[in-house]
């Protein structure tokens, strides 16, 4: 699998010239010119939970907001790019004003990190930013993890460091993996939390350095201030005082404990229905159980497109697949519908399906042994949706077993 990007960010950026001789009066002007990073809290829409990060250039004309990473619903093709992981995204320039207007519409704070630049590194990065913002040169593929709208600030300041930003931050370690930074900021729905961590692959859980933390808005601004040589004055263009956590992000947490505990009560949900002698062999438990396998079903076609057939590659080389498949997931969900029929049989209806639970609950179990032999390979972090689906079809298959 490869990945085309028709404006790859570092590569672009090697090719792009400098600026090493200013006249007089660019000395002047850039003198009274500034460039900042602005960090922008976390939204209520999904693609918001992240924060985002801009660049402002505030010259004796005006004052413009660059923000990396903007789409439309209605660009061609997005859905059908979007499923093939193909996220072509561009880079939007506007005014400052209408850019906070937007931001205090929707109560998300605003931080701004004057940079320390010399006249030269100024003059370099708003004539890379006039190039890059012509219509021909905006459109990128985005990488959540890789290449959004934090990272290709990072690149940018990198370049005119001429890499010592760059050899900094990768010797400097990493405060989490992908999985765990991103987490922090997914907490907010538990639905989403699992879905999301159900469909990533080993990728997200590898080791980096403080170059790959900075995919995220407030780690890179806290790495900016860490790395001390593009300055560190901080200050509100925007603050919504009822969010005190608004740059903050939360601690790390994979809620294995809350995600199994929820899987616990629907397992005693389900045989509830199965065992309550008016309600024996209904079809409620078979309605019960087909809603669970659907949804199953659907993540699992989900995790096996985005292994094989998806440009994500934080999606690729997922463990999950030994258990969230098509071919388990679509048997379950076949056995479920099963014993929704009454007639013929429904003891042996409801036996197959407990029987298929048990070898669904084996197969988790296998993988989890796998993982404590070989730790060094198997290395994601996916204790959060093995365990909440052992314990659900463990009992299912196991306790309270109908009579055959």
């Known amino acids: 699998m490869s990945l085309t990007d028709p404006f790859e960010s570092e590569e672009q950026l090697k090719v792009f010239p400098q600026v090493n001789n200013l006249s007089a009066e660019d000395e002047e002007y850039l003198d009274n010119s500034s460039i900042s990073i602005l960090t922008k809290a976390s939204g209520d829409e999904i693609y918001s939970w992240f924060g985002h990060s801009s660049l402002l250039l505030e010259t004796p004309e005006n004052s413009l907001v660059y923000d990396y990473g903007v789409f439309s619903f209605e660009s061609d093709n997005f859905y059908k790019n979007f499923i093939q992981g193909k996220m072509y995204y561009v880079l939007m320039v506007s005014y400052l004003n209408q850019n906070?207007?937007?931001?205090?519409?929707?109560?998300?704070?605003?931080?701004?990190?004057?940079?320390?630049l010399t006249?030269?590194?100024?003059?370099?990065?708003?004539?890379?930013?006039?190039?890059?913002?012509?219509?021909?040169?905006?459109?990128y593929l985005y990488n959540f993890y890789k290449d959004n709208c934090a990272t290709r600030i990072r690149d940018i300041l990198n370049w005119v460091?001429?890499?010592?930003?760059?050899?900094?931050?990768?010797?400097?370690?990493?405060?989490?993996?992908?999985?765990?930074?991103?987490?922090?900021?997914?907490?907010?729905?538990?639905?989403?939390?699992?879905?999301l961590n159900a469909i990533q692959g080993e990728a997200a859980d590898r080791v980096g350095t403080r170059w790959d933390d900075m995919y995220?808005?407030?780690?890179?601004?806290?790495?900016?201030?860490?790395?001390n040589k593009f300055g560190s004055s901080t200050s509100y263009l925007y603050e919504n005082t009822l969010d005190p956590g608004?740059?903050?992000?939360?601690?790390?947490?994979?809620?294995?404990?809350?995600?199994?505990?929820?899987?616990?009560?629907?397992?005693?949900?389900?045989?509830?229905?199965?065992?309550r002698k008016q309600l024996r062999n209904s079809r409620i438990y078979g309605i019960y159980n087909t809603i669970i396998m659907i949804f199953l079903t659907v993540i699992s076609l989900a995790v096996f497109y985005l292994s094989f057939f998806s440009s994500i590659d934080a999606a690729w080389y997922n463990e999950n697949l030994v258990f969230l498949n098509p071919i388990s997931s679509i048997v379950l969900l076949i056995s479920a519908i099963r014993t929704l029929k009454k007639k013929k049989e429904p003891m042996k209806r409801l036996a197959q399906f407990e029987r298929v639970s048990r070898w669904y609950s084996h197969s988790i179990f296998v993988l989890f042994v796998l993982k404590l032999i070989f730790n060094?390979?198997?290395?994601?972090n996916n204790l959060n949706i093995m365990i909440p689906v052992y314990i659900y079809f463990i009992i299912q298959g196991l306790f309270f077993r109908t009579k055959k």
């Open 100 to 116: 906070l207007g937007v931001s205090e519409n929707q109560e998300r704070t605003v931080q701004k990190l004057t940079l320390d």
């Open 119 to 139: 006249d030269t590194q100024k003059a370099s990065i708003i004539n890379f930013l006039h190039y890059n913002s012509q219509n021909k040169n905006r459109t």
């Open 161 to 195: 460091a001429d890499d010592d930003f760059k050899q900094w931050a990768q010797n400097t370690a990493s405060v989490g993996t992908f999985r765990e930074l991103s987490n922090k900021s997914l907490s907010r729905s538990p639905i989403i939390f699992w879905c």
């Open 216 to 227: 995220l808005p407030s780690e890179m601004e806290k790495s900016i201030i860490e790395y």
């Open 246 to 275: 608004y740059i903050e992000s939360k601690d790390i947490n994979n809620h294995v404990l809350m995600y199994s505990i929820a899987a616990f009560i629907l397992s005693l949900i389900g045989l509830y229905f199965k065992h």
């Open 376 to 380: 060094n390979t198997l290395i994601q």
